[in-house]
């Protein structure tokens, strides 16, 4: 069973900058595709970032767009989302995901994705 652990997050004021980690326990995630979602109680699950099994360009949602970048660590292992420029409209629940076949049309529905990490909160505020 794969199994993702996310670290990271926490509280930031406006402008500033976080970044979350997840480490897959498999060797890496070279087989997989991996995506960041994030949730608000009475939400939809937002896809926000994905990044192919074959290393391809990574797709942000527009709504994090030239703020967030995706990428992976050096052996794969891990995925990093780096967050700037962060704004209230961020804070949520952020959680990894991973697939075979992940990034579908850009990110992906959460449907599409097996793995989860156990989430890391991220609250933005004054």
């Known amino acids: 069973q794969v199994q993702l652990v996310e670290s990271g997050g926490g509280q930031v004021q406006p402008g500033g900058s976080l970044r979350l980690s997840c480490t897959i326990s498999?060797?890496?995630?070279?087989?997989?595709?991996a995506a960041w979602f994030r949730h608000v109680p009475g939400k939809e699950r937002e896809g926000v970032s994905c990044i192919s099994a074959n290393d391809g360009s990574p797709h942000y949602a527009d709504s994090v767009k030239g703020r967030f970048t995706m990428s992976k660590g050096i052996g794969k292992k891990t995925v990093f989302l780096r967050m700037d420029n962060l704004k209230p409209d961020d804070t949520a629940a952020y959680y990894c995901?991973?697939?075979?076949?992940?990034?579908?049309?850009?990110?992906?529905?959460?449907?599409?994705?097996?793995?989860w990490g156990q989430g890391a909160r991220v609250a933005v505020s004054t």
């Open positions: 498999e060797s890496s995630f070279e087989h997989y595709s």
């Open positions: 995901a991973a697939d075979y076949f992940g990034c579908r049309g850009g990110i992906g529905d959460y449907n599409d994705y097996r793995y």
